[in-house]
C-alpha cells in the first residue's frame, strides 16, 4: 500500500494525500457503565450525563457516525439490543446482579462488563468500531482495554472529576475514594483525546492530572432547543401544572444530594419568609428529583428539613419528570436555582434558559459559562443561604425580572445546539484517529 501511495504521489499528489489522512470514524463503541441512556434523568445515578449521552448519539447518527452505546444491564428482562433511533443502539451487558448495587460497588463489576463488551466485538469482523468514546472513570477503564485490545483511538469525557469534587464538598458528604483519583488518572495518560466541557474544566484536566494541553478538547454540551423552548409562555405552563398565576417559584430539578445542595434553596426561601413573611402566600417551591449518591443515606431529609425550617407549606417535592414535562417545570418558574457545590458544566442550566427562565446558580465549575452573570440570572460566590435569599428578594419586588432575563436567558441557550457539539465531537474524533495513527507508526520504527 505504501508503494503504491509513492507512486501515486508522483502523479496525483491530492489523490495521495486523500488516501494517507485518517477517515473521519464511521462507527463509534460508546460507554456508559454505570447509568443507562434509556434511564429518566433524575433517578437514582441518572442525570445530565444520560441527556448528554442520549443527545449526542442521536446527532452524531445524523451525520453518518453510527453509535453503540454499552450500559450495564439493570433488569433481567431487558433485550440485549435496543435502538435508541436510526443509527444508535443501546446494548445493555450482564454485569454483576441486576439490582441492589451502587455506583461505589461497580469497579468491582468492570471486568464482568469488559467481558460483555468483548463477547460483543467477537460477533462482528475486524476494525468493526473505528473508535472507542467513554463517559466517566468507570468506563474509561474498560474503554482503555478495549481500545488496546481492538487498536483504535480512545477519546475519553470526565464529566466529574474526583479531585474537583473532593476541594467542593458539601458538609457530611463523602469524599470520592483513592482509588477513582488513581484510576482517573490512569485513563488521561491512556487517552488519545479529552472532551473537556469548559476552558475551566481542560485547565483542571491538566493542574490536577497532568494532562497533556494537546490532547484536551473543550466542546460545550448543547441543549434540545426544539423541546426546551418557551412556547406557549410561563402562565399557561403554570396552568397545565396547577401553579398559581402571580407566585413566586424558585424551582430546583435535579437528583437529591449534597453535591447538588437543594437545602441551601430551601434555606434561603426561610429566610426570604423570616424577613418578608407577606410573601408566604404567593411563593411556591417546588423541588423536582429523587435522592441520589449519598442523598439515599437520608432519603426524607430534605422534607424533614422544610419542617424544621417552618417552610413545609410553602414546598412541594415532586418526583423525577420526563423531558417534555421537565421543559414546562422550567416555563413555569420564576427561577431556576442551582446552588450546587461542583458541576462540570450544569446542562440544567442551558435548559431552563433555552425554556425563557432565568438562573440563580452557584459561581462553580461550568456555571459561569452557562450563566451570564447579570444577564440571564445571577451568579453567587458560595453557598451562603441569606445571598441566595438576596436575590430571591429582587425577583418578589419586581415582577418583569423574570421576563426581562428569560428573554436574554432563551437568546443565550441558542448558542448551544446538539449540532454545533456533535459537529465539534466528529472533530475530536479525527484528531483522535490522527494521533492514534502517529503513535502507532511511531511506536513500529
Known amino acids: 500500500m505504501s508503494q503504491y501511495i509513492s507512486r501515486l504521489a508522483r502523479h496525483s499528489p491530492s489523490a495521495a494525500a486523500r488516501l494517507r489522512r485518517p477517515r473521519r470514524p464511521r462507527r463509534v463503541a460508546m460507554l456508559s457503565v454505570h447509568t443507562s441512556p434509556l434511564h429518566q434523568p433524575g433517578t437514582g445515578d441518572a442525570g445530565g450525563m444520560n441527556v448528554y449521552i442520549v443527545e449526542l448519539a442521536q446527532r452524531l447518527a445524523a451525520i453518518d457516525i453510527d453509535v453503540e452505546i454499552f450500559t450495564r444491564a439493570t433488569s433481567g428482562g431487558l433485550p440485549p439490543v435496543v435502538e435508541l433511533a436510526p443509527g444508535v443502539l443501546v446494548r445493555h451487558v450482564d454485569a454483576g446482579p441486576y439490582e441492589g448495587l451502587a455506583k461505589e460497588d461497580l469497579p468491582a463489576q468492570l ?7 468483548m463477547q460483543a466485538w467477537a460477533g462482528h469482523r475486524p476494525g468493526y468500531y473505528d473508535l472507542v468514546h467513554s463517559h466517566y472513570w468507570l468506563s474509561g477503564h474498560v474503554g482503555w482495554l478495549a481500545a488496546q485490545r481492538w487498536g483504535v483511538p480512545l477519546v475519553h469525557a470526565m464529566h466529574t472529576m474526583a479531585k474537583v469534587k473532593n476541594a467542593n464538598l458539601a458538609d457530611g458528604d463523602t469524599p470520592e475514594p483513592a482509588a477513582r483519583v488513581i484510576g482517573e ?3 488521561v495518560a ?6 473537556a466541557n469548559t476552558s475551566e474544566e481542560a485547565g483542571e484536566l491538566v493542574r490536577h492530572y497532568s494532562a497533556d494541553p494537546a490532547k484536551v478538547a473543550v466542546v460545550h454540551p448543547g441543549v434540545n432547543l426544539d423541546r426546551f423552548c418557551p412556547a406557549d409562555g410561563r402562565q399557561a405552563a403554570r396552568a397545565r401544572l396547577g401553579l398559581p398565576q402571580d407566585a413566586l417559584i424558585p ?3 435535579g437528583r437529591i444530594q449534597p453535591l447538588k445542595a437543594p437545602d441551601v434553596l430551601l ?12 410573601l408566604r402566600s404567593r411563593i411556591v417551591v417546588p423541588i423536582v428529583g429523587g435522592p441520589s449518591g449519598s442523598g439515599l443515606t437520608k432519603p426524607e431529609g430534605l422534607q424533614k428539613l422544610a419542617a424544621r425550617l417552618g417552610i413545609a407549606d410553602v414546598v412541594r417535592f415532586r418526583p423525577p419528570v420526563g423531558q417534555d414535562q421537565l421543559a414546562d417545570w422550567f416555563r413555569a418558574a420564576s427561577v431556576l436555582v442551582m446552588p450546587s ?3 462540570s458544566f450544569g446542562l440544567v442550566a442551558i435548559e431552563a434558559q433555552a425554556a425563557g427562565t432565568p438562573v440563580l446558580a452557584a459561581s462553580v465549575g461550568g456555571l459561569p459559562v452557562a450563566v451570564r452573570d447579570g444577564e440571564t440570572g445571577f451568579l453567587v460566590g458560595g453557598h451562603d443561604p441569606a445571598a441566595y435569599a438576596r436575590v430571591l428578594r429582587r425577583f418578589a419586588d419586581d415582577a418583569s425580572l423574570a421576563d426581562r432575563f428569560g428573554s436574554a436567558a432563551a437568546r443565550h441557550a441558542q448558542c448551544f445546539g446538539w449540532d454545533t457539539a456533535a459537529a465539534a465531537t466528529a472533530d475530536v474524533y479525527l484528531a483522535a484517529a490522527q494521533s492514534h495513527r502517529r503513535r502507532v507508526r511511531s511506536a513500529h520504527g
Not at 491512556?190 to 472532551?195: E, N, S
Not at 434555606?267 to 407577606?278: C, G, I, N, T
Open 185 to 187: 488518572t490512569q485513563i
Open 190 to 195: 491512556a487517552a488519545d483525546r479529552l472532551i
Open 341 to 343: 457545590y461542583s458541576e
Open 251 to 253: 424551582l430546583f430539578a
Open 267 to 278: 434555606r434561603a426561601v426561610a429566610v426570604l419568609l423570616d424577613e418578608r413573611p407577606e
Open 111 to 117: 471486568c464482568a462488563f469488559t467481558h460483555g463488551v
